[in-house]
């Protein structure tokens, strides 16, 4: 069944000015060529922005102060303004990023030393409907913009810098905030390409993960554009199961989907995939789904990564008992496959897995009454504009 409108055709917010933050080099190449700049200048404007935190142009000074006066006309700095910083418990922070008027989005920083995580969103909301995640009830908006993907890194590593000592930098991002990044396309793999380009904040491929539910046509030009580390929200063996918890399998199916996965992976010999599995009670978490999961998953090199379910106000599930994930994980172990229990962070302050939630302005009825109940969604239909 074909989706019937792509949430990737509704526009990202209009700038009337490219963003610095949303250039990647090749973009700044090609401006500089078009003004009659040598293209080397690219590399030494964003070292500027992104190693020493300098976005205004004037301050450029080993820049001509002629080249200088032309960026300032043709670029826009903006970065994105933290409206709400929640710190938990165990020191996983969430911050609420102010986009416009009407829409804000989430994202949270993990600390695990040595290593910090960045969680980010890439849409307002979420098209998917997926019936276990909070993001999904808020309905679908917009996509992000590239600078409004790479300003909540670029925000959070300033803010860190407030931090006790102990905090450590962010080492890890990971896509699986608020929307599908595969339905961004083309905005998240330039964010993905700012955050690997050593002149910028010089990631290496395998610590930037992209999560995504299952865009089968989207996994395959990641692989051809930016082969970072592949998530997939898997949560059930089986087609019937997932046409229920994940309404997208009716339009790619497990069989699809995982033959994607195995595509992703040629040439790759020491990479594996993460299949995301949340542990619903008495709907997913039985030793029969265990075993088929571990057929199904046969010769793909994979790590599952089991979720206990984090609850929010009328989700109408349950967490799995700790007995039922313990007996989950020792199957899938027991037939090769590398599995762990996700340790819940945040969870306090609603920024654990499934619960970002954000602002969004609803921008159609459809979108309104996909938030006012559950089910609105037609079957193997992605609302759209």
Partial sequence: ????????TRPSRVSRRPQQLGTSRRGWEQALEEM????YRAGQIMKWIYHRDVLDFESMTDLRKDLRSRLSRNFEARTLRIGHEAISRDGTRK???????????????????????????????????????ATARQ????N???????????????????????????????FMGMGEPLLNFENVVNALEIMLDDCAFGLAAKRVTLSTAGVVPGIRKLKERCPVSLAVSLHAPDDDLRDELVPLNRTYPIGELLEACREYLRGLPRERITFEYAMLDRINDSPVHARLLARRLRGIPAKVNLIPFNSF????????????VEAFRNILLAEGLMTITRRTRGADIDAACGQLAGRVLPRSRRMRKLRAADGSTPPGHVPGP
Wanted: charge should be negative; charged fraction near 20%; hydrophobic fraction near 35%.
């Fill in 1 to 8: 069944m074909k989706v019937a409108s792509h949430p990737e």
């Fill in 36 to 39: 009659g700049i040598a293209r």
């Fill in 95 to 133: 911050w609420l990023f102010h986009l416009d008027e009407s829409n804000s989005v989430e994202s949270v920083y993990i600390p695990d030393p040595p290593r910090g995580t960045l969680c980010v969103s890439s849409q307002v909301g979420c098209a998917l409907n997926c019936s276990f995640c």
């Fill in 139 to 142: 309905g679908f908006n917009r």
């Fill in 144 to 174: 992000l913009d590239t600078a409004e993907i790479v300003g909540q890194l670029h925000a959070a590593r300033a803010r860190l810098l407030d931090a006790p000592p102990s905090t450590p930098a962010i080492s890890n991002v990971v």
């Fill in 313 to 324: 106000d009328g989700s109408g599930y349950r967490r799995s008992r700790v007995e039922s």
